[in-house]
């Protein structure tokens, strides 16, 4: 693939893109205030410096508590501008740093005066002593939890018991707030705090009463078997159309108010309906590949921004490396642009374990030849008589393939797959002198 000029992306894309940014400036700005407000108030207050560190570090826990919730309250606006890789990445950093304060709150609790060991055992502890230790159990819930995640088999039962220990760390942190009285009296401190229960009523209200009534309604027109564990999903609006950037995606529910999970749009942004490829091992892939004709689905999205048209500054092409399912935002994305026109040079890279798994091949053979598109298939279990490429997707292989050293930093690159195989590919772009910021990924 060379990395010579293509045609400019398109003008709604670069609009969407400087939007995007905007955004993202925004809201950084809106999470810086959400965590200094409150400590720059209590510095503002005074006091003997015991006091302050014991009310900052409690604060710096409570509003990063509270931060945590709003990244992940599905902000459509929010996702599409940092990507839901970086939201949940910053969502879990909050959380850390909220636990991390927590500790340090409790240890000047103690250190400022050894007789407030005593409200650390229930029994003899006021209220609001009790209220803190409620709120430490289950925030440490939570902490536990996330170390523990891959280890739970079902990931709804995991889901369940993370939101409601997050929730009753939260509300008792606010409640030992409360209880213990001097802040909530403080006639500006009182309005950073009623901001605070303001953004955490609306992050909740937004995440689970916002997901059914936002969701729009959409019928199955067919499910299409793509491989022995793969199908592709093909639904009709029932009201306006989705509306979306090619590489985004969206969750799905088969009841308005039901079980909902995240799948990536593979079909064209630029074409009427909307389709997902779905790996169906699990319980709910198996029950989206068994509806018939007809059957409702519930979509909530488009979220992410893991896409050619939400780039600030898109380059002259673009390399795609996706693994097993993980090729469904590269194929939205090159059916979109093949239905744009697009000229701009593209290499695809998919790897799969068998050659029986690299379903989509006679379509990508098609939209070679609207496109600019090379496709290079890896295979890591090959047969004896595979003519491609074989093994790992590793510095070495992609070293073979990329554009020359030179023009490395003029593309982007677009990495889908699993968790291990993101980080793989990630590191040996690394390696091979691609910018940061010129990669863009997507975790299934
Ligand atoms: C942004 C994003 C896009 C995705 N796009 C696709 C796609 O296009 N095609 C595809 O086949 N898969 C995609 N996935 C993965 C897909 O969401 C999970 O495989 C699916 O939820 C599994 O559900 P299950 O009941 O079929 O399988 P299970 O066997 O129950 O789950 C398998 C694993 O999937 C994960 N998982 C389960 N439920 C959820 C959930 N609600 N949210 C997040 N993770 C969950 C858990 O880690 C679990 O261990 C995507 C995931 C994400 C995060």
């Known amino acids: 693939m060379g990395a010579r000029p293509g045609r400019p992306a398109a003008p709604g894309s670069v609009a969407a893109a400087a939007g995007a940014a905007r955004t993202l400036r925004r809201w950084l700005a809106g999470f810086a205030a959400l965590l200094l407000a409150p400590l720059l108030v209590r510095l503002a207050i005074g006091g003997p410096a015991w006091a302050q560190l014991v009310d900052l570090t409690g604060l710096f826990a409570l509003s990063a508590l509270v931060g945590t919730f709003v990244l992940v309250s599905r902000l459509r606006m929010l996702s599409r501008a940092a990507g839901i890789t970086t939201l949940i990445g910053a969502h879990r950093a909050l959380g850390v740093f909220s636990a991390a304060s927590v500790l340090a709150h409790v240890a000047v609790v103690v250190a400022a005066d050894r007789r407030n060991l005593v409200l650390l055992g229930w029994v003899d502890a006021p209220p609001r002593a009790r209220a803190a230790v409620g709120a430490t159990l289950a925030l440490a819930g939570v902490v536990a939890l996330g170390v523990y995640r891959s280890r739970l088999r079902d990931y709804e039962l995991w ?3 993370h939101a409601l220990l997050a929730v009753a760390a939260v509300v008792l942190s606010a409640l030992h707030v409360w209880l213990i ?3 909530v009296q403080h006639p500006v401190m009182r309005w950073v705090l009623a901001g605070m229960a303001v953004a955490l009523v609306a992050a909740l209200l937004n995440r689970w009463y916002g997901a059914g009534s936002r969701s729009s309604e959409h019928v199955v027109r067919e499910v299409r078997p793509e491989s022995d564990t793969v199908c592709t999903v093909v639904l009709d609006p029932v009201g306006r159309p989705l509306r979306f950037a090619p590489g985004q995606f969206a969750w799905l529910r088969l009841a308005r108010r039901g079980e909902e999970h995240p799948f990536t749009i593979a079909s064209s942004a630029a074409g009427p309906g909307v389709s997902f490829t779905v790996r169906s091992t699990g319980d709910f892939g198996t029950a989206l590949r068994g509806l018939p004709p007809g059957a409702p689905v519930w979509i909530d999205g488009p979220y992410g921004s893991c896409s050619v048209d939400l780039l600030p500054q898109p380059g002259a092409g673009a390399v795609m490396v996706a693994a097993g399912v993980g090729i469904t935002p590269m194929m939205s994305m090159l059916r979109t642009l093949a239905d744009r026109r697009d ?6 890279v998919r790897a799969a374990g068998e050659p029986g798994e690299l379903f989509f091949r006679a379509e990508l053979a098609q939209l070679s030849g609207r496109l600019d598109l090379t496709v290079l298939e890896v295979v890591r279990r090959p047969p004896p008589d595979w003519p491609g490429a074989a093994g790992s997707v590793d510095a070495p292989l992609l070293a073979a393939v990329l554009p ?12 889908c797959g699993s968790p291990g195989f993101v980080d793989g590919v990630v590191g040996s772009l690394a390696e091979l002198g691609v910018p940061e910021h010129r990669v863009h990924t997507e975790q299934f």
């Open 404 to 415: 020359p050293p030179a023009h490395r930093a003029g593309v982007d690159y677009f990495v």
């Open 181 to 183: 009285g001097g802040l």
């Open 343 to 348: 000229r701009r040079p593209l290499l695809l």
């Open 159 to 161: 889901r369940w018991a």
